[in-house]
């Protein structure tokens, strides 16, 4: 295998088939090690976490399969924290896009002489930022991403139609335990000029809340998948 790209919680490897591997890390972006999935560097390490992820992911996959919403998910190896996955080719230089439930993290730090921290954001809100962490991951909006020669009108409504679509089904399952999502962190490439779902669905890149208490991510693995 080669190894295509280092990120903050997982590596990228190809391989021989076409296909590519991501290798799962113990590694979580937060800020003086507590765990926030807004922030865009990691912030603390916990251990088994990456194979957590995995297992969350795959849950979350299959489950999209089944709602007939296509991603790069091919197969997995939960032993060897590795996932298969389909090639895709990412926006720009590395896009992530966040659907918020509730006001809070960094919209509160951005936003909050307008919104109190916790308030329901109906319907879901969806925003972008481009994956520099120099720059301090730079929101851009759709407008921008048009411009900047990203992604065309079209790819950025099908990106937004399916983020919210994708939230909903994750946001419904967690009520079914008495969680609350908060917020959730998705990226998107295009495979054979089709907008889809890559990189995971995990306990990592969500803020869930169990009545007025965040769940960390090691528990929240657990409560979705030990049901």
């Known amino acids: 295998m080669k190894k295509i790209y280092e990120g903050k919680t997982k590596d990228v490897f190809?391989?021989?088939?076409?296909?590519?591997?991501?290798?799962?890390?113990?590694?979580?972006?937060?800020?003086?090690?507590?765990?926030?999935?807004?922030?865009?560097?990691?912030?603390?390490?916990?251990?088994?976490?990456?194979?957590?992820?995995?297992?969350?992911?795959?849950?979350?996959?299959?489950m999209?399969?089944?709602?007939?919403?296509?991603?790069?998910?091919?197969?997995?190896?939960?032993?060897?924290?590795?996932?298969?996955?389909?090639?895709?080719?990412?926006?720009?230089?590395?896009?992530?896009?966040?659907?918020?439930?509730?006001a809070t993290g960094s919209f509160i730090r951005r936003y909050g002489e307008y919104i109190e921290d916790g308030t329901a954001l109906e319907g879901g809100y969806v925003e972008c930022t481009f994956k520099n962490d120099a720059l301090g991951d730079p929101l851009v909006t759709g407008e921008g991403l048009a411009a900047l020669g990203v992604m065309t009108p079209e790819m950025f409504e099908s990106m937004k139609e399916q983020t919210l679509k994708i939230t909903k089904i994750v946001a419904d399952d967690l009520k079914t335990i008495g969680?609350?999502?908060?917020?959730?962190?998705?990226?998107?490439?295009?495979?054979?000029g089709e907008v889809i779902l890559i990189d995971e669905i995990a306990s990592?890149?969500?803020?869930?809340?169990?009545?007025?208490?965040i769940v960390d991510p090691v528990e929240l693995t657990k409560l979705i998948l030990n049901r």
Do not use: Q
Not at 179 to 192: A, P, R, S, T, V
Not at 204 to 213: A, E, F, S
């Open 14 to 62: 190809g391989l021989d088939n076409g296909n590519v591997l991501l290798k799962f890390k113990d590694d979580c972006t937060g800020k003086d090690g507590v765990f926030d999935p807004g922030e865009n560097s990691v912030g603390l390490t916990i251990e088994g976490i990456g194979k957590a992820n995995l297992r969350t992911s795959v849950y979350y996959f299959d």
């Open 64 to 102: 999209l399969k089944e709602a007939g919403i296509k991603t790069h998910y091919v197969s997995a190896n939960v032993d060897d924290a590795t996932m298969e996955v389909l090639p895709a080719t990412v926006f720009g230089h590395g896009l992530e896009v966040i659907c918020r439930l509730v």
């Open 179 to 192: 969680l609350d999502l908060w917020d959730i962190k998705f990226e998107f490439g295009y495979n054979n």
């Open 204 to 213: 990592g890149n969500m803020r869930v809340y169990k009545g007025d208490k």
